[in-house]
């Protein structure tokens, strides 16, 4: 897996060139996720906990909200 975990929260965020930003719904870590992740099943590489990725749709409409 190619996660990048953030050191600090930041803005969130969905562009299919630099990935997704989010957190894991388990830890809170921040995370940045490659887009070709999306609806994927993965686990948190700070805690180990499976989640689905959203997908960039899903991530922007959850922006716009």
């Given at each position: 897996l190619c996660f990048r975990s953030l050191t600090?929260?930041?803005?969130?965020?969905?562009?299919?060139?630099?990935?997704?930003?989010?957190?894991?719904p388990h830890c809170n870590a921040g995370l940045i996720v490659p887009a070709h992740f999306g609806g994927e099943a993965h686990p948190c590489p700070a805690c180990g906990q499976e989640f689905v990725v959203p997908t960039i749709e899903d991530h922007e409409d959850?922006?716009?909200d």
């Open positions: 600090r929260k930041s803005r969130p965020m969905a562009n299919p060139e630099l990935g997704i930003t989010m957190t894991c959850t922006l716009s």
